[in-house]
């Protein structure tokens, strides 16, 4: 009680407000829930204090049993929120050993109400984590393990807190789903490492120099390890299990970093458990399992079979050393009352007398004082003999109950290590089944085999019916012939033509000769590797054999499982007793086809003379097919070059289509990658090579038009997407190189033209030279390869470089679209006069407001980037800080290219509209695609920049001032054109009732005309973005990116 009251006195306010004293009419409910609140407290604070030694089991156990009759934690939660465990470590730590003896041990609610606290423990864990040393570095690693476990349980909430499962329960958990599996595994992964971390922790936190373990601070760290230990068995083999699973159903690439995490656990986990058991503190409360030697080979799947299952055992828990200190004091008294047997007592009465006569010192016996003294101390002696005795009897008895636990212990351990081996005899037993599945299915492979034999006999009677057929319908050309010879005079021209015909016959029986001796090898063959496969399986029949009598001489002490496997070896061997019947069968089948093959040889050669006779009818049969032949071939070629004339055609309209392309207005907005134009010349230069190729094959032999025609279509739509794709790619470059390349794409359209115009005339076919065109091609393939983006072959340095030269080119494409507006709005202010001129003030001075705001955004983004720089995210200096980061940097470049070249088109955009010769509608649209590349700026600079920096506060106010000046213009441009078009009055009175009826007409069809056209455009727009982001990918290497971080 004294420990108790001091207990109670170093943990301040001990009993919480909710187990304050109720007054008023409590029912025996509201006492019993009282004195279970009170005894709940008072086991916590005994449990949970600042005192530097381990908890006491019976504490933590009185804790347990109450989450079990509440059904629940809230008491425990009520009690230990008035802890003050962020100001204490050891009693951080205490609550910490605590509370996952209630997640293990407690109702399986504790952890659903533990999730509410799961803020406060993350602090707590975060708070003592800036403790590099001591039990607050211990108490931060405990937290998160805690937190973990709790996690892990809510996400798989059929697993219990002791993690104790069955195979089969593992199974349903994962509920047959591979990804499921997966996942699992993962979880378990971190869920160990945790344990892991609070092992080598507590293990690094101790002087192993000195026997830490028996003094109270050391089983203070030490207790919560045998939680730890608890846990770490059942991850280990249940992740042992969840990867052979996944073995089993994955590729072994895919899982390499499952087993490369996997061995490092291993071998932690190993040497932990082996430090442990070394310890005295372990030795007396827990039996620690020892791993294998070397980890599982999860490539082996029979390698599941040698696992063993760690199993921990906890031995009967001793008395401690208060109830033994009691228990020794209890016997030494009952064992003092008896000492005095009933002959010592009438000794003492014969000596001293009865005790009715107490004051009779004079007795019968007369001895003398002496005597009596020496009587006293010889009983004494005789007393203190035996109370030795009896001390060496009860320590006699105290080991030999310590060496029946011990046994016990050992037994249970044994029964453990048999269940084990009955799960590996099950999973033999389980192979073995698998391997009997496997002979059933080579019996079903060789009843196949002996299927498709009956389909080759069939399908010999079909060919004897065949030649039955044949030799009838000879007979009856021999019969026609007969006739013919009565009948025909000229017998010398007969003879001849039946030479001739008797030669083909002979040449027609060599071909039959040889492909029945082609089949005869083919059966011959195919009775070899029938044979081969019989002989394969009778050594898998002796190797199964022989693999079975071993696994039946290991598994004697079970009688069942050897009457089972005698039942399987009677089937195997009745099973090949079958299969040496049916290939005796099948060789018997074999002799008969090629005696009916030899038959009908003969029956051919027998026929041979009557084929003579019919020669003269198949010759006049084949001279009128040629002359057919002849018609249909003259045919055959005009149609060839009509359709060879057709795909030319279309060829030319495809190209004119896509030059005719390049002037439309809508094209300005399509934009291509240097990379991709590059490919596709590449592929029309190997496409022309192609066309030359067939155009002389075709000029060598008229039949092949048809690879003609192939090499046409696709030239034409290859070098149409060359010239769209060079054309697209032109409106992401200076204008100079703009030029050039657009004046290339037209000279490629130009050659392509004439090359289709020579060959669909058949005198300049043979001439037809696309030497030009090849020229022009590869001139936009090297213009193509200047504008290839260098982000990816710039060394760290240059990277640095180019993204300050690219955010300083794209400040001064603003400062200059800036100025080229303002000159605009002074020649339109001399120029202009009434509402053109004040539609042209608002829209440059939205315009001027729109650049104004970009500049802001492009020197708060140059900014950003400084603060990122300059806070030492990894890097020392800001070219390696640019160069570590490359695929950021490359971002930064193509978002300050794209603000760059939107802010020029949009200049020259409204140039256009202001000289009345560009739309309104280009302008809106520049705008907006500048505001989309500002977003892009804003994103790859903000990816990096912390969320409290003043920087990106200041970048994204910029950033919603872009977006309103973009709305302004668009505002301004809107305005104008409606202010423009109201000018322009309808006066419809001069005009009939026809006439506006004509007119009405007209609008209706236009109307339907726009609505069809704009449905086409904006899915081409929908199409031109999606090869727009694909283009940026293969430019920015995004495929490359996801392939890495996969």
Known sequence: MDRVKSSMQQVPNPIPKVLSRRTGGANSLEVEKENFERSQAVSINKAINTQEVAVKEKHA???ILGTHHEKGAHTFWAAVNRLPLSSNAVLCWKFCHVFHKLLRDGHPNVIKDSMRNKADLTDMSRMWGHLSEGYGKLCSIYLKLLITKMEFHIKNPRFPGNLQMSNRQLDEVGENDVNNFFQMTVEMFDYLECELNLFLAVFSSLDMSRSVSVTAAGQCRLAPLIQVILDSSHLYDYTVKLLFKLHSCLPAETLQGHRDRFQEQFKKLKSLFYRSSNLQYFKRLIQIPQLPENPPNFLRASALSEHISPVVVIPVESSSPESEHVVETEDLVDMDIPAQPAAVET??????????????????????????????EQLTAEIQALKEELETFRLESGRLCQALRGRVSELEAELAEQSHLKQQALGESEFLRAELDDLRRVKEDTEKEQRSLTEIEKKAQANEQRYTKLKEKYTELVQSHADLLRKNAEVTRQMTVARAAQDEVDSVRREMQEKVKAAQDASEQQEKAQLE???????????SRTELEILKGSMLSS????????TQLSALESEKAELVESVSKKEAELASIGEQLERVQNSLASERESGVKAAETLQNQLNEKESREQALEAQLEALRWGALQGALEEARRIIQDCLSTLDDPAHISCTSSADYLLSRCQAAVECVERLQAARDGFQADSTGVSELVQAVTQFAHLVGDTIIQGSATSHMVPVDQADVLSSSVKSCGTEALALLTQLQDRESLATADSSKLKEVLEGIKASAEKLRPRGLELQQGELGDLVESEMSAASQAVESAAARIEEMLNKSRAVDTGIKMEVNERILASCTDLMEAIKVLVLSSKDLQRDIVDGGRGAASMKEFYAKNSRWTEGLISASKAVGWGATVLVDAADMVVQGKGKFEELMVCSHEIAASTAQLVAASKVKADKGSSNLARLQQASRGVTQATAGVVASTKSGKSQIEETETMDFSSMTLTQIKRQEMDSQVLVLELETRLQRERERLGELRKKHYELAGVAEGWGEEEEGTG
């Open 347 to 376: 000794r003492f009465d014969d000596l001293f007398g009865a005790a009715t006569d107490p004051f009779n010192f004079n007795s019968q016996n007369g001895m003398r004082k002496d005597d009596k003294d020496r009587l006293i």
């Open 533 to 543: 496969q019989l002989q394969a399986l009778q050594a898998e029949l002796h190797s």
């Open 61 to 63: 156990r009185t804790c």
């Open 559 to 566: 009688q069942q499982s050897s009457e089972e496997l005698s």
